[in-house]
């Protein structure tokens, strides 16, 4: 399928949202499950690598927004992502191959029923890793799914964290949750917060989840942060049934 380019806005300190308007998504049904990643095929990069011209990303946006794909990256210095930068809005690329198992939990019997009444989700984000939980979160709340979220957010700084004001704005009193979101956020370097600045290990897990009854764990962000976490989570006794993680690294 082609796509073009909707709009690029900065997220945070380093980080790329990038909009595409996609003609040829399926509207009568979700074109994809939060969570899921798509293709992005570069026909004519101006910057080559030995990398190739072709990415996997995983999506930001809900799929209620019709027609639309989008994604978020750490700015690096790859010639992918230097092209990225440098096309203008309605420069076309190749998006395909929408896939992946780093979903919501389903009804086994019913696909794409979501299991959420009274269903505790806790989602831990390392970085850019808060990429697939933006996309289930927004759906969740468009769709009044009762899932009780609780987001353990791990970054270096403020300046740095990606969409820090739409989660704030989705935790705060005013907005409305059938089931509830609750959000932890932890800065590890960052001399002017005045919440947590822990790192996410089993203490840190255990002082925000302790009163969850055995809820589903999601974990996204940098391998080595993935793996610790997973370590973790194994280390209070969750079960790896409970544990679901994917690595975010750089392109």
């Not at 930068?85 to 009804?107: A, H, K, M, Q, R």
């Not at 468009?142 to 353990?152: D, K, N, P, S």
């Not at 917060?193 to 940098?222: C, N, S």
């Amino acid at each position: 399928m082609l796509a073009k380019i909707l709009e690029k806005r900065e997220v945070a300190d380093g980080t790329l949202q990038v909009k595409f308007s996609v003609p040829g998504l399926p509207t009568e049904r979700l074109a994809f499950q939060p969570g899921q990643y798509f293709t992005i095929r570069l026909s004519n990069p101006p910057y080559h690598d030995n990398r190739g011209a072709v990415r996997h990303f995983t999506i930001v946006n809900s799929p209620n927004e019709k027609g639309i794909l989008s994604f978020t990256t750490r700015l690096r210095d790859s010639a992918f992502k230097k092209s990225i930068v440098g096309f203008p809005v309605g420069t076309e690329v190749e998006v395909g191959s929408i896939g992946g198992n780093f979903v919501l939990p389903e009804d086994n019997s019913k696909p794409l029923v979501f299991t959420a009444e009274g269903r505790k989700l806790c989602f831990i984000a390392g970085g850019i890793g808060i990429t697939p939980f933006m996309s289930m979160l927004q759906y969740s709340k468009e769709e009044g799914l009762g899932y009780q979220f609780t987001l353990l957010y791990s970054n270096k700084n403020q300046a740095g964290t990606a969409f820090l004001d739409e989660l704030q704005k989705l935790a705060s009193p005013e907005v409305v949750w059938r089931g509830g979101f609750k959000l932890v956020l932890t800065m590890t370097e960052d001399p002017g917060w005045a919440g947590e600045k822990r790192r996410i290990d089993a203490q840190f897990i255990k002082d925000y989840t302790g009163d969850l009854p055995d809820p589903l764990y999601y974990v996204a962000g940098p391998p080595a942060m993935t793996d610790a976490i997973v370590d973790s989570l194994k280390e209070l006794k969750v079960e790896s049934s409970r544990i679901k993680y994917e690595n975010f690294t750089g392109y």
